[in-house]
């Protein structure tokens, strides 16, 4: 497995850890539909939540959080739409994105309701 790809998925379990510790349910962890995936799908207080995982090692090109482009904000809602017909769920959906930079220290920054499907 390619460097970057490790760390990515050490970023994801950091992720999933600290989502768990502030009392979300994980529901999924690399969901695919297609060609798109959706990091971690989680709920809390009855909604649905989306999560984006960017990992870096350093931030020296652009933060974790400046990598969810608007093509890939885009791609994680279709394939959120197609989780939601899949499993059936009725119930609202937010989408997240977690930082994870991992220099000598994990640091983790949780950016709440960070994109709106209607605004892309």
């Not at 600290?18 to 539909?33: A, D, P, T």
């Not at 959706?38 to 931030?59: F, G, H, M, P, Y």
Request: aromatic share 8%; proline share 2%; no cysteine.
């Amino acid at each position: 497995m390619a460097e970057h790809n490790v760390l990515g998925k050490k970023g994801e379990e950091a992720a999933k850890i600290f989502l768990i510790e502030n009392g979300y349910k994980i529901r999924e962890l690399n969901w695919r539909y297609k060609k798109k995936e959706i990091d971690i799908i989680a709920e809390k207080n009855n909604l649905l939540v989306v999560i984006e995982v960017k990992t870096r090692s350093n931030d020296y090109f652009e933060s974790p959080k400046e990598a969810v482009t608007r093509k890939k904000q885009k791609l994680i809602v279709n394939a959120a739409e197609a989780y939601i017909i899949e499993k059936n769920i009725n119930l609202e959906v937010r989408f997240d994105i977690i930082s994870v930079m991992m220099q000598d220290n994990t640091r983790i920054e949780h950016i709440v309701d960070a994109f709106q499907p209607s605004l892309l």
